[in-house]
């Protein structure tokens, strides 16, 4: 460990040590995980030596693992092993060594005394939530889960009626927090991937609510840059996983300059989690399609309901702040809605299945659907495609339009809708080939004469859309896949955490 550098987790065996094994780790996550066996069910001759029982005299089973969904099937008692541990199993014996690596440079050796005693945490989920159930991927699992999914999310977090008639909310784990936002000098979003997208899509909500201005950082460009960070800033670190290493490389550099750190994370333990001053779990369930989808709707809403908790409750906003609490309500049936494209976006999918690229344009809420339902196409149906601000449309992308090249334009109803509505005209007028996503209702409006392809879904409030809107773009992605024979729940080259920079 001594002359290691960056982040591992290592599990060692040795035929010169039979029967031990050896695991350590830095910056990577690793877990033990400990099965208490009932008689009848374990096999007792492999367990007749003492050693091998627990307290209460049941014989134990060990389990070491970088990932609790590969725990839960036999165990949920677990040891979340932190930096600089080193554990040894020997002889069904557990020890838990603490390495001392200033004491290793000056010579010193890694001495048994150092041993540490931790209780076992109890994982919070269920086998059910890593099966596929009735469906033939975990992507098209996780898709079609969202109602459920953003239901747990909201849960207990949404309060309306009572004895007092204001509709509020409340995040447990921020409520200590909220006045030091509020006087915080900036507000600044940290992430990678999806998890960037979806704080993207909250930022509009939570400049209007709170009026602290709000900033972006992908978690890599801000360490490359060694961008500024104050003590008078509150950093949002945002990561379904809670370990991806440049978000967390990000969490250590804003701890260092004395940010408030706050976590938004799907995943209770993790490192994120456990460094951040604060933060919020998302509880969408376990996700395990490598492409991210129910977490990007339920970060979505975890964000927004952050902006309402962090804007002040005034008169002048009272209406606004009512009308996204019951858009918030309503949202798993706008969710169930919108899945009925299902078949639309499969019949959409067969139509491009040969094509080598798609444009996605968007703007305001929805500049972030168009980045991750490009996102999605790329990563899944391994074609290129790219989400762009349909504001810079003048500035480069038209150049490629011609009537070969499949073009979405986002275009539901909100205070862009009009300037849509000329991107359209002018995308036409180059004989642009165009799918256009517009508000049930408003297909006439967006395209007179039939002359593109429209899909319509539920009017929401604005600042909740992009949580329908993504959906039918996670349809397409997830059947382009399908139909061109790729792996959906792994693609080629990626991961679902990134452990490593
Ligand atoms: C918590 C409980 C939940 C219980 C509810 C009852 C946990 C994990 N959650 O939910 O089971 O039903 O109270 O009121 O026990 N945190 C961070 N960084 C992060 C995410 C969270 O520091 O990235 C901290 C929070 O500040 C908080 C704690 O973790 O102290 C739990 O957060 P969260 O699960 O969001 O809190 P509640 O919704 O209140
Ligand atoms: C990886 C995943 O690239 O990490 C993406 O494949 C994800 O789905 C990104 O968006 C960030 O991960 P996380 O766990 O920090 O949200």
Same mark, same amino acid.
């Given at each position: ?98 390495? +001392? ?144 290493? +440049? ?65 002040? +409750? ?188």
């Amino acid at each position: 460990m001594r002359h290691l550098e960056g982040a591992y987790a290592l599990i060692f065996k040795s035929r010169h040590y039979p029967n031990e094994l050896i695991a350590c780790k830095r910056g990577s996550p690793l877990l033990l995980g400990v099965k208490e066996l009932n008689e009848g069910v374990c096999n007792a001759s492999a367990f007749h030596d003492a050693k091998f029982l627990s307290k209460n005299g049941n014989p134990k089973e060990l389990f070491l693992s970088s990932d609790a969904n590969a725990l839960i099937e036999h165990t949920k008692k677990v040891l979340v092993i932190e930096d600089g541990e080193v554990v040894h199993l020997k002889e069904g014996g557990v020890s838990i060594l603490k390495f +001392d690596n200033e004491k290793g440079r000056n010579g010193g050796s890694l001495s048994r005394p150092a041993s540490v005693q931790r209780a076992l945490s109890i994982l919070e989920m269920e086998v059910e939530q890593i099966n596929k159930g009735k469906y033939e991927h975990y992507m098209q699992k996780e898709i079609h889960e969202q109602p459920e999914s953003l239901t747990t999310t909201m849960r207990g977090r949404l309060i309306r009626g009572g004895s007092c008639k204001a509709k509020t909310v409340l995040l447990g784990g921020l409520k200590d927090h909220l006045k030091t936002i509020r006087r915080s000098r900036r507000i600044v979003f940290i992430g990678c991937g999806t998890s960037y997208n979806a704080a993207l899509a909250a930022r509009p909500i939570l400049e209007e609510l709170s009026g602290v201005p709000v900033t972006m950082e992908i978690a890599s460009d801000l360490l490359d840059r060694q961008g500024p960070i104050y003590r008078e800033d509150t950093a949002v670190f945002v990561s379904q996983s809670g370990e991806t290493a +440049d978000t967390l490389h990000a969490l250590e550099y804003a701890l260092e300059n004395g940010a408030l750190c706050v976590g938004i994370t799907n995943t209770v333990g993790s490192v994120i989690a456990r460094k951040t001053h604060c933060g919020v779990h998302i509880n969408a369930g376990c996700e395990i399609g490598v492409a991210s989808t129910k977490a990007y709707t339920s970060q979505i809403v975890v964000m927004a309901i952050l902006a309402l908790a962090i804007g002040g +409750d005034t008169i002048s906003n009272q209406e606004r702040r009512e009308a996204i609490i019951d858009g918030l309500f309503d949202l798993p049936n706008k969710i169930r809605d919108v899945l009925k494209l299902d078949q639309e976006m499969k019949d959409l999918a067969k139509l491009l299945i040969a094509e080598q690229s798609l444009l996605v344009f968007g703007r305001g809420y929805n500049y972030a659907t168009a980045l991750e339902g490009a996102l999605k196409v790329k990563e899944v149906a391994l074609m290129h495609s790219e989400g762009i601000l349909a504001g810079e449309m003048k500035h480069g992308p038209l150049a490629l339009v011609d009537e070969n090249l499949p073009i979405v334009v986002i275009a539901t109803r909100d205070a862009c809708f009009s300037k849509q509505q000329s991107v359209i005209q002018q995308l036409h007028a180059r004989k642009g080939r165009l799918i256009v996503m517009c508000s049930k209702g408003d297909a006439a409006s967006v395209c007179s004469g039939g002359a593109c392809r429209v899909i319509e879904v539920s009017y929401v409030e604005d600042c909740l859309q992009p949580v329908v809107n993504v959906v039918p773009l996670q349809l397409l992605a997830y059947h382009l896949t399908v139909l061109r024979g790729y792996n959906v729940d792994q693609p080629r080259n990626l991961a679902k955490s990134v452990t490593t920079q």
